[in-house]
């Protein structure tokens, strides 16, 4: 071979391996796009630009500067939100860390309830086992300082601020107690306050009573707790009461099933986006149920609690007593981000034992009993001070309120008028308040007490499960 020759090999060669080269490059390249959209398939959209750009601009241009943290947690939430469902949501940062806490069994604080009252913030009660109570605060007990700061003038949200804090630092409260001359001081050590979700007892004729407020992490524990007692006590008939509760996690609502729906049976079908994935759940009752069941409901029992009701309606024979249900038929799962945040997301459907559907339907209860109509008034607001010559919702509700409390109010509905007043003032002696005719915090919240109590004495729903139950024993 000459040596012209030889060059003219190693210079082919050299183009081979620089083509090679090349090819390799491109292919790294085209292999990393498709690598980058595959885990990013939003950069494949080609409105991402718009995104993009936007966000340049802002950081680039905006007047007033930006934080680019917040500018993605806004196109987050905003996505999510562009899909109008009121139950799929974006929550950043702290919210999502709260969001998770909300269903945990417990938070760090004192363990208080709370009422604005007039300008002063009065404990409306204590939490059974929690520091509060443990430091000798009481019902009615009003705060003056916390920590050296005066609680005059400022919100509701500023004292629960203040109140909070990290585990094991200690809360200096400054109160004011009916009967002492002088201010209390009180020192309180925050921790652990346990969250209750399900409150029992026994009926004079033997029919156990449970109430559930909402499905938490802990709740199907806590309901064990309360069946355990009122079997030990002989509890002859079962009144479960789900009215007000908005539902909450699927898998303590399932366990609580379990006690009552026969052993193989189905308790709640979940299905998912074009039943790519369907997960029948059915029970595994380890003791079967014998006494009568009776649930109560009406039309804000919603999502979990809809699920017990129905399974325990298909399955264990419940009756079901009171209003329609919610009909909330629809699945979200939430995730926690590494930074806290969490995606919350509408992502299946759920079905009852014999197949129904209930989104937007809601159960139809096996005995209709509505509420009296005052059991739906909305609360008075914080900060009232209604008098003569008012008028507008505020006064509408108050009188009615009084109305119902057997307070002649006369005909000027949502006028506060001279009869208006003189029921006012006529409420205000009856109660050992003073007798001024202005409709104030105290005044409202006596009245709110009053109609509690009514409510309590007559409560129709309750009543007519109780007859029923009290029946099937017999």
């Known amino acids: 071979m000459s040596i012209f020759g030889e060059k003219a090999v190693k210079q082919r060669r050299r183009v081979s391996v620089g083509i090679l080269v090349v090819a390799a490059c491109l292919v790294g390249f085209v292999g990393g796009r498709v690598s980058f959209q595959w885990q990013y398939p939003i950069t494949k959209e080609a409105t991402f ?14 007047l007033n500067g930006a934080d680019s943290k917040a500018l993605i947690e806004g196109a987050a939430e905003g996505m999510v939100a562009s899909l109008d469902d009121p139950y799929s ?14 269903y945990e069994d417990h938070f760090v604080g004192i363990g ?19 520091p509060a109570e443990k430091s000798g605060l009481k019902s009615g007990d009003t705060f003056i300082t916390v920590d050296g700061k005066k609680t005059k003038g400022i919100t509701l949200a500023e004292l629960k601020q203040l109140v909070q804090g990290k585990e094991g630092t200690v809360a200096k409260l400054m109160i004011n107690r009916e009967g002492l001359k002088e201010p209390l001081e009180v020192s309180v050590t925050r ?13 004079k004729n033997n029919i156990g009573e449970i109430d559930v407020t ?16 009122l079997q030990k006590q002989g509890m002859k008939g079962l009144l479960i009461d789900l009215r007000g509760n908005p539902g909450g996690l699927l898998d303590p609502t399932i366990q609580i099933a379990q006690n009552f729906v026969p052993k193989g049976k189905v308790i709640v079908q979940v299905v998912y986006k074009g039943e790519k994935q369907i997960i029948t759940h059915k029970s595994e009752q380890t003791t079967p149920w014998k006494v009568p069941i009776a649930i109560l409901v009406d039309a804000h029992t919603a999502s979990s609690a809809e699920v017990l009701t129905a399974a325990l309606k298909d399955t264990a024979g419940a009756t079901v007593i009171g209003e329609k249900t919610f009909g ?19 992502e299946a459907q759920w079905r009852s034992p014999n197949g129904q559907w209930i989104h937007k339907k809601g159960i139809v209860p096996t005995v209709r009993v509505e509420a009296p109509a005052y059991a739906e008034l909305p609360r008075l607001p914080a900060g009232l001070h209604l008098k003569a010559g008012d008028y507008g919702e505020k006064v509408q509700i108050a009188q009615t309120m009084l109305q119902t409390l057997g307070y002649n109010v006369g005909v000027g509905k949502g006028i506060y008028d001279t009869d208006t007043a003189e029921a006012v003032k006529k409420f205000q002696r009856d109660e050992a308040l003073p007798n001024s005719g202005v409709l104030n915090d105290k005044s409202a919240y ?27 024993e017999k």
């Open 191 to 203: 921790g652990a306050v346990p969250v209750h979700t399900v409150a029992s007892h026994m009926d």
């Open 89 to 102: 949501m974006y929550l950043s940062g702290d919210k999502g860390e709260q969001y998770m806490k909300s």
């Open 112 to 130: 208080i309830e709370i009422r604005e009252q007039d300008g002063d913030f009065i404990i409306e009660d204590t939490i059974k086992g929690a």
């Open 49 to 62: 630009r718009n995104l993009s750009y936007a966000y340049k601009e802002i950081m680039n241009n905006y």
């Open 214 to 229: 909402r499905f938490a992490e802990k709740t199907d524990e806590e309901f064990k707790e309360a069946l355990d007692s």
């Open 328 to 346: 909330k038929g629809i699945v979200q799962n939430f995730r926690q981000l590494k930074d806290g945040s969490v995606l919350k997301l509408t």
């Open 446 to 472: 006596r009245i709110t007490l009053r109609l509690t109590e009514k409510f309590k004495a007559q409560d129709p729903q309750r009543n007519k499960a109780l007859a029923l139950l009290e029946a099937a």
